[in-house]
C-alpha cells in the first residue's frame, strides 16, 4: 500500500503544478525561466512515478497470474525500462536470473562437450612419436613387448613399430565386435608398463610417453566415436528453453501483445526440451535396433510438436487453465518410462545402464517435483506477500529445471563412453 500511497501524493503534486501552470498567462509562462524550470521538473516527476512497481490489484488483467504474490510489479514499462529492470529488485527478478545463469551454464558445457568429451585421441604426440623411440632403450622395450605379446614375435626393432601396427593391424575391423578391438587396445598399451626400474629416470619418462602414443597411434584404428547429434539435440533444446523463460519474464510486462508471444515462446521451450530430453537415452540405447530407435524417437517428436501446437491456443493461456499446463507437460515426461524400462530389460547386466538410470529417475523426481510446485504455488499460497520477491513458487521451479537439465547433462556423458566403447 506504500507504493500506492505514494503514487497518488507525486500524482496530485503534478497536477498542481499543471494546473498552476495553465491558470498563468502564456506571456509570464513563456517568459519566467522558474515556471519553464517547474514545468521540467513536473514532467520528471511524472515519469518517476509511472514506471513505479504497483501491487496486483492494479495490473491489467493479462498480467494476473498469480494472486498470492500482491506486491513489486512492472506493468507496461517501455522496452528501454524493462530491459534496465534487469539489474533493479522486483517480484520477476529471480525467475528472470536463475534461467539466464543456467544458460550460460549450458552454453559453456556445450563448448567443454563439442571440445573435450571424449578426448579419445591426441594426435599431436604422434608427431614425436620417432624422436621418442631414438631416445628409447630399443631393446629392452622390444623384449618387454614380446613378453606381453607373444603373438608379435616378427617385431625386429621398435623402429618399425609404427609401420608394423599399421600393417597388422589393417585388418582390425574383421574383429567381432568394438569391445574386443577395444581389449586389444588395453592389451597393447600395457606392454610398456612402468616397471623399468633399473633404469634411469629420464628412461622412465620415455618409456611413459612410449606407451601414451602407441595408444594413440592405434585407438584410431579401434575405436570411432559413435554420433553426437542426440547429445548435442538435448543441450540446444536445454539452452532454448532457459533462455526463452527468461526472456518471457523480461519482457512480459510491456504489453498485451508482447505477453502473449512471450508467453508461447516459453511454453515451447518446456516442450523442446522434455522432447530432446528423450534423445540422447533413446537414441544410445537403441541404437542397435533401428525399429525400437525410430519408435520411440518419433512418438516423443510426435507428442512434442502436439504439446506445443496445445500450448498455442488462447484459451489454455488463462490462469484457471494453470494445472491443466502443468499436467501436460508432466504427462509427456512421463511417457519416457517406457524406453527406460525397456532399456532395464535389455541392458540389465550392463552397469552403464543402471547408472544412467539412476540419473534418469532422479531427473524425473526434480522435474515432477517443480511441476507440482509451479502447479500448487507453494509456499506463497500459505502465506501471500512473504515471498513476493524470493522463494516463491516459479523461482523454485525455475531451480529444479536447471538442476534436472544438468542431471541429464550427467547422464549423457555415460551414454557418450558407454557406447564409443562397447558400440552393439
Keep these: 500500500m506504500a507504493e500506492s500511497g505514494a503514487i497518488g501524493l507525486y500524482a496530485d503534486d503534478f497536477d498542481e503544478s499543471s494546473s ?26 511524472w515519469k518517476r512515478v509511472k514506471y513505479q512497481l504497483v501491487e496486483y490489484h492494479s495490473l491489467p488483467a493479462y498480467l494476473k497470474d498469480n494472486e498470492y504474490i500482491l506486491r513489486y510489479y512492472r506493468s507496461e514499462w517501455p522496452l528501454k525500462q524493462i530491459l534496465l529492470s534487469i539489474f533493479t529488485i522486483h517480484n520477476e527478478t529471480l525467475n528472470v536470473w536463475t534461467h539466464l545463469i543456467g544458460f550460460f551454464l549450458f552454453l559453456a558445457l556445450t563448448i567443454y562437450t563439442a571440445m ?79 616397471r623399468f626400474t633399473h633404469l634411469n629416470q629420464t628412461n622412465v619418462c620415455v618409456l611413459r610417453s612410449v606407451k601414451e602414443d602407441v595408444a594413440n597411434m592405434i585407438a584410431p584404428l579401434l575405436v570411432r566415436p559413435i554420433a553426437r547429434w542426440p547429445f548435442f539435440a538435448f543441450l540446444g533444446g536445454a539452452m532454448f528453453c532457459l533462455l526463452a523463460s527468461s526472456t518471457c519474464h523480461l519482457l512480459s510486462c510491456h504489453s498485451r501483445r508482447i505477453a502473449y508471444i512471450m508467453l508461447r515462446l516459453d511454453y515451447a521451450g518446456i516442450a523442446a526440451l522434455i522432447a530432446t530430453s528423450f534423445y540422447p537415452p533413446v537414441y544410445y ?5 533401428p525399429f525400437f ?22 484459451v489454455f493461456q488463462s490462469p484457471e487453465y494453470r494445472t491443466i499446463r502443468a499436467s501436460l507437460f508432466f504427462g509427456m515426461g512421463l511417457s519416457g518410462v517406457v524406453p527406460v524400462l525397456h532399456k532395464l530389460v ?41 515471498f513476493d520477491i524470493a522463494g516463491h513458487s516459479h523461482q523454485l521451479f525455475h531451480v529444479l529445471v536447471v538442476a534436472g537439465a544438468y542431471t541429464h547433462y550427467r547422464a549423457g556423458l555415460v551414454y557418450l563412453r558407454w557406447r564409443d566403447l562397447e558400440g552393439c
Design 293 to 314: 530407435c525410430n519408435l520411440y524417437l518419433g512418438f516423443i517428436t510426435l507428442l512434442g510438436i502436439a504439446t506445443i501446437s496445445v500450448s498455442l491456443l488462447p
Design 346 to 386: 535389455m541392458f540389465w547386466h550392463t552397469p552403464e545402464a543402471l547408472h544412467t538410470t539412476g540419473y534418469e529417475v532422479l531427473m524425473g523426481l526434480l522435474y515432477g517435483l517443480g511441476a507440482l510446485v509451479y502447479a500448487t504455488r507453494i509456499p506463497e499460497r500459505w502465506m501471500p506477500g512473504k
Design 116 to 194: 573435450k568429451v571424449p578426448k579419445v585421441v591426441d594426435f599431436q604426440s604422434l608427431q614425436h612419436l620417432p624422436d621418442v623411440l631414438r631416445k628409447a632403450d630399443l631393446q629392452k622395450i622390444q623384449s618387454e613387448l614380446l613378453a606381453c605379446l607373444p603373438s608379435l614375435p616378427h617385431l625386429s626393432d621398435l623402429h618399425k613399430l609404427k609401420d608394423e601396427l599399421k600393417t597388422s593391424l589393417s585388418s582390425i575391423d574383421m574383429l567381432p565386435s568394438i569391445s574386443s578391438r577395444w581389449h586389444l587396445l588395453e592389451l597393447l598399451s600395457s606392454c610398456l608398463p612402468q
Design 20 to 45: 498552476a501552470n495553465s491558470s498563468s498567462s502564456p506571456s509570464s509562462s513563456s517568459s519566467s525561466p522558474f515556471s519553464a524550470a517547474k514545468g521540467l521538473k513536473g514532467r520528471r516527476l
Design 285 to 289: 540405447s537403441f541404437m542397435c535396433n
